[in-house]
Nanobody, 123 residues
Framework: QVQLVESGGGSVQAGGSLRLSCGAS????????MAWFRQAPGKEREGVAT???????LYADSVRGRFTISQDNAKNSLYLQMNSLKPEDTAVYYC?????????????????WGQGTQVTVSS
């Protein structure tokens, strides 16, 4: 049974930084694509960043240059370093996994999800 557990959300002022973490367990596929998504109130869930099993990354245009996705395979952990945060980054952030090596930013491509962690950026 796959479990993804996010942590590290919180409230920060614009221009600040946060680091999200996701612990993964129960995943048997050896080459998963891991990703971060977010969903703001009244909006659809959107892809933020992905990373494949060899570390290749993909970012949404809205976060490229400000956010960095990384993973520690030995610890089965996924991270999202968020810098220069803006009020429009406010959302619930979700960790997701896909049992396939190819990465995308489409939520429908991912079958495993965490419970989400709230990030609030005030102006």
């Amino acid at each position: 049974q796959v479990q993804l557990v996010e942590s590290g959300g919180g409230s920060v002022q614009a221009g600040g930084s946060l680091r999200l973490s996701c612990g993964a367990s129960g995943f048997t596929y050896s080459r998963p694509c891991m990703a971060w998504f977010r969903q703001a109130p009244g909006k659809e869930r959107e892809g933020v960043a992905t990373i494949d099993y060899i570390g290749r990354t993909l970012y949404a245009d809205s976060v490229r240059g400000r956010f960095t996705i990384s993973q520690d395979n030995a610890k089965n952990s996924l991270y999202l370093q968020m810098n220069s945060l803006k009020p429009e980054d406010t959302a619930v952030y979700y960790c997701a996994a896909r049992g396939y090596y190819y990465c995308s930013l489409r939520p429908t491509d991912f079958g495993y999800w965490g419970q989400g962690t709230q990030v609030t950026v005030s102006s």
